[in-house]
């Protein structure tokens, strides 16, 4: 027989959605342990775990995943693609249904004042020392999107008031946010989406000690570093409201040496409860605990409660790589809100990443 870890590597179905669909009484395992509570399964079991881990990602409702389970087991082909090809017609209504919603909000987004917008207007003359834009550059460049979807998000936007440079970069699934002082700008906010490309070749001018100037002007960016110089066009998009989404509550704080945590997410346990994608690409999950003296761990499982949160691994050692500390501070809420991983000395610096459900049973 097999366990229920077994179970779950096995048929793609997290431990507890396995536990959620015995209570439900549509996968109910062959023994329960009478003493321990432990579940034990069939191998058998196996095939019509795989089933149910088919038909719950295709949203296939519970009512009818117990009648195609029970159509299964009896042979019984013809209920079983009624029941699919109902099913496929219920998506599709949908998502015609969903194509109109959207089709509509896209108007009213086109026809709606975008407060952003002015803020991509002004021109802007400053003065930065290198080495900060350098530091802050490297702070954010791992987050940027390379989705040709979401063109906005692909590259790094240059927020500047007053004396200071934000830069930030997001792709939906991580964020994170820097700043630099500047000199020479006493006019409004202004704000300007440097592509990724036009980034890099900043950054490589960016290895002296002394002020590098930039200038927004007419949609073009240029930075000037002593005789050295790189222009381009800034991308003709809106970014989003950043400062909404990283205005958060506070959260439990734990002091994390980088060395020893790097050391526990690249050898230790990742959460294998099925294959988790992103945009069609796979990732290892790693389930963070903090305990209540602030100690961390990374668990092979957890639960949807406020000591653990579980994240995508390569996300967080590109985090942890990226804030250039021994020493860092995460920063928990709860299981729902971002990771947030600050510099003790800088709190300007940060990066937020978005949690993963540990719970995928609904």
Not at 54 to 75: E, H, K, Y
Not at 76 to 81: A, G, I, K
Not at 98 to 106: C, D, H, N, P
Not at 182 to 203: E, K
């Amino acid at each position: 027989m097999r366990s229920i870890g077994e179970m779950a590597r096995d048929s793609g179905l997290s431990a507890s959605a396995l536990r959620f669909y015995d209570r439900a009484g549509v996968l109910v395992p062959a023994w329960v342990d009478p003493v321990s509570g432990y579940r034990w399964y069939d191998p058998e079991q196996c095939d019509e775990a795989r089933l149910l881990a088919r038909l719950r990602r295709a949203g296939m409702p519970l009512a009818d995943i117990r009648l195609v389970l029970a159509g299964w087991s009896s042979s019984d082909t013809d209920l079983v693609r009624g029941l699919l090809e109902a099913h496929l017609r219920r998506l599709e209504l949908g998502l015609s249904d969903a194509r109109g919603e959207f089709s509509t909000l896209r108007a009213l987004l086109d026809h709606r004042e975008n407060p952003m917008s002015s803020l991509r207007t002004a021109t802007v003359r400053l003065s930065v020392p290198a080495l900060e834009l350098a530091a802050a550059l490297d702070a954010v460049r791992f987050a940027a999107s390379t989705d040709p979807e979401l063109p906005m998000l692909g590259g790094v936007l240059f927020d500047i008031e007053g004396e200071v440079l934000r830069v930030v970069t997001t792709d939906r699934y991580r964020m994170a946010v820097a700043q630099a002082r500047t000199t020479g700008h006493d006019g409004p906010r202004a704000q300007a989406i440097v592509p990724l490309p036009l980034v890099d070749a900043m950054r490589a001018l960016l290895d002296g000690g002394e002020p590098v100037h930039l200038a927004v002007d007419a949609g073009r960016v240029t930075l000037e570093a002593g005789d050295r110089q790189t222009v381009g066009q800034c991308l003709d998009h809106d970014f989003p409201d950043y400062r909404r989404l990283v205005d958060l509550p506070a959260g439990r704080r734990a002091v994390i040496d980088v060395a020893s945590l790097r050391k526990a997410l690249e050898t230790g346990p990742v959460r294998a409860d099925r294959t988790r994608e992103q945009d069609g690409v796979s990732y290892d999950l790693s389930v963070l605990a903090v305990a209540n003296d602030g100690t961390v761990t990374v668990r092979e499982d957890g639960d949807d409660d406020r000591n653990h949160v579980a994240v995508n691994r390569e996300f967080l050692l590109h985090a942890l790589t990226a804030g250039a500390r021994d020493e860092l501070l995460l920063e928990f809420g709860a299981p729902t809100a971002p990771l947030v991983i600050r510099r003790p000395d800088d709190e300007h610096t940060l990066s937020l990443l978005m949690p993963v459900r540990l719970d995928d049973q609904e």
